[in-house]
């Protein structure tokens, strides 16, 4: 099982300037992968925060996804609050300084090679997508910001990381979520194995009431609680039964 964090940094977002759009671009695409995403912290562009989150979530998870404060500006504080967070040094990468004086040609300035700053022992991770390349230090990946770039870099991380993608089936049930509690406890008890989720809709033009997921990376597992479940539930009450 590989599990990953996500670091949304930004003031913009806190103070609604910007509406985030990366996590969940991020989520699909975890879930996609078999990725189980298990951390979303959404902070300011502030050091020692930015340090904290990244230490704490490089111990917690196989995966570190940072989005945002990469840029040329003051508040671009993520190369820093990465390096903080191992106790390395900043450096400047004469790779991605040829990158940039390339790129900007005539419109080259030197707060571009802000840009070209990593934290020391990193490496540099190319996409096909034509843009700069990730910077990666251990299991942390900075991201830049800007959706359309963020977006551009994800597909990349298939060839980098690598998941289980898990099995789900969908019960869909005309009944109170508080009559049913006691069965899922139940089946939770009986097949350890599977993840069990109740979801009630309130207000909703739906034909049911309450949706129950059940998921796991054993199909045999994630039918044989799903089946469970059904035998104790009132045939009345099932509305359908989806199965991956």
């Known amino acids: 099982m590989t599990t990953a964090a996500a670091i949304i940094i930004g003031d913009e977002i806190l103070s609604a300037k910007v509406r985030d759009a990366n996590t969940p671009l991020l989520i699909d695409f975890f879930a996609d992968l078999g990725v189980d995403l298990e951390r979303v912290v959404v902070i300011g562009d502030e050091l020692k925060g930015i340090a904290a989150e990244v230490a704490a979530c490089s111990e917690m998870c196989d995966v570190v996804i940072t989005s945002g ?5 003051h508040d671009d504080c993520t190369v820093r609050g990465v390096a903080d967070a191992f106790g390395v040094a900043v450096v400047r990468h004469p790779d991605i300084e040829e990158m940039i004086r390339a790129y900007w040609g005539d419109r080259f300035t030197e707060s571009a090679l802000r840009m070209a700053e ?14 700069l390349p990730l910077v990666v230090f251990k299991n942390v990946y900075l991201f830049p910001g800007v959706p359309r770039l963020f977006a551009a870099k994800l597909p990349s991380l298939r060839g980098e990381i690598s998941g289980t993608p898990k099995i789900v089936h969908g019960v869909y049930l005309n009944a109170d979520e508080s009559r049913v509690a006691p069965l899922l406890s139940q089946v939770a008890e009986e097949c350890s194995d599977v993840k069990i989720g109740s979801y009630p809709r309130f207000g909703e033009k739906t034909d049911h009431r309450l949706w129950i997921s059940i998921q796991a990376v054993d199909a045999e597992c994630v039918a044989a609680a799903t089946d469970r479940l059904l035998d104790l539930l009132k045939d009345e009450e099932v509305v359908r039964v989806e199965r991956s």
């Not at 990593?118 to 843009?131: A, I, K, M, N, W």
């Open 118 to 131: 990593v934290p020391e022992g990193s490496r540099l991770f190319y996409g096909d997508d034509g843009l």
């Open 69 to 73: 404060g990469v840029g040329p500006t």
